[in-house]
């Protein structure tokens, strides 16, 4: 059992969200505005937060950005939820740090299994091999720090799955597909750019080992080590790849 939050103004949706969430075994208590959700998370913090965007006092993308800010929550799983469909809401969502996102209306048995696919995420056990280093990047496994030349740099928990897995395969080409199965599971809101949003907010964190991470035209992404550490300036590549991903 998990204790989640339902940030939603709305009561019916509210109740319906809860009820269903409930029905699956968890406990969900409940914000109507974005104050009161970041006061209830920082007294008490949950295990997920269920985060509509179009909140009164501060919404959903702003509240999202504050919890990525402070170290304590820069993992903490969030799903976001709104009416809005077009896909640059989905983008900003995403940039601001949410793992996943739901459109209403929703049907209550996906939004069930959302929610229970980034609690197996987030509960999932490190990894027998507790550390991934190259000169300058150091990936640990067991506390899910990352340094760069270092420096510790804040991901969120998309972000972290998505450099851990490209690292620990470097030059291997991995699909858009393949990186949404490895960092969201099969029942995550699948759209093109997701992905690609990951990659930039990894990219913007991680200084020069940005350039690692390399664009494959019409396929996905692969790690390739030996461009961070090539002493070259691969900015405007990099600028280009963002362009046409």
């Given at each position: 059992?998990?204790?989640?939050?339902?940030?939603?103004?709305?009561?019916?949706?509210?109740?319906?969200?809860?009820?269903?969430?409930?029905?699956?075994?968890?406990?969900?208590?409940?914000?109507?505005?974005?104050?009161?959700?970041?006061?209830?998370?920082?007294?008490?913090?949950?295990?997920?937060?269920?985060?509509?965007?179009?909140?009164?006092?501060?919404?959903?993308?702003?509240?999202?950005?504050?919890?990525?800010?402070?170290?304590?929550?820069?993992?903490?799983?969030?799903?976001?939820?709104?009416?809005?469909?077009?896909?640059?809401?989905?983008?900003?969502?995403?940039?601001?740090?949410?793992?996943?996102?739901?459109?209403?209306?929703?049907?209550?048995?996906?939004?069930?299994?959302?929610?229970?696919?980034?609690?197996?995420?987030?509960?999932?056990?490190?990894?027998s091999s507790q550390t991934v280093n190259?000169?300058?990047?150091?990936?640990?496994?067991?506390?899910?720090?990352?340094?760069?030349?270092?420096?510790?740099v804040k991901l969120t928990l998309s972000?972290?799955?998505?450099?851990?897995?490209?690292?620990?395969?470097?030059?291997?080409?991995?699909?858009?597909?393949?990186?949404?199965?490895?960092?969201?599971?099969?029942?995550?809101?699948?759209?093109?750019?997701?992905?690609?949003?990951?990659?930039?907010?990894?990219?913007?964190?991680?200084?020069?080992?940005?350039?690692?991470?390399?664009?494959?035209?019409?396929?996905?992404?692969?790690?390739?080590?030996?461009?961070?550490?090539?002493?070259?300036?691969?900015?405007?590549?990099?600028?280009?790849?963002?362009?046409?991903?």
């Open positions: 059992m998990a204790r989640i939050l339902c940030v939603e103004d709305d009561r019916d949706i509210a109740d319906l969200i809860c009820y269903n969430l409930e029905r699956a075994g968890h406990e969900c208590d409940r914000a109507e505005d974005g104050w009161s959700a970041l006061e209830m998370i920082r007294s008490n913090p949950p295990d997920l937060v269920v985060l509509d965007v179009m909140l009164p006092r501060i919404n959903g993308v702003q509240v999202c950005r504050q919890l990525r800010g402070e170290e304590t929550f820069r993992k903490l799983p969030i799903l976001m939820l709104t009416a809005r469909t077009e896909e640059d809401d989905v983008v900003q969502g995403l940039e601001a740090g949410a793992d996943d996102y739901v459109s209403k209306p929703f049907s209550p048995r996906e939004l069930s299994a959302r929610v229970n696919s980034l609690l197996r995420r987030s509960a999932t056990a490190p990894d190259y000169p300058g990047l150091e990936i640990d496994i067991a506390s899910h720090d990352v340094v760069v030349d270092g420096e510790v972000e972290y799955r998505l450099l851990l897995h490209l690292a620990r395969n470097p030059d291997r080409v991995f699909s858009r597909s393949d990186l949404l199965d490895r960092i969201a599971g099969r029942d995550a809101y699948i759209i093109d750019r997701n992905v690609d949003v990951h990659v930039r907010g990894v990219r913007k964190k991680i200084g020069r080992w940005a350039a690692a991470i390399v664009t494959v035209r019409g396929v996905g992404y692969k790690f390739t080590p030996s461009r961070a550490t090539d002493g070259l300036d691969h900015s405007d590549e990099l600028d280009d790849e963002d362009a046409d991903a």
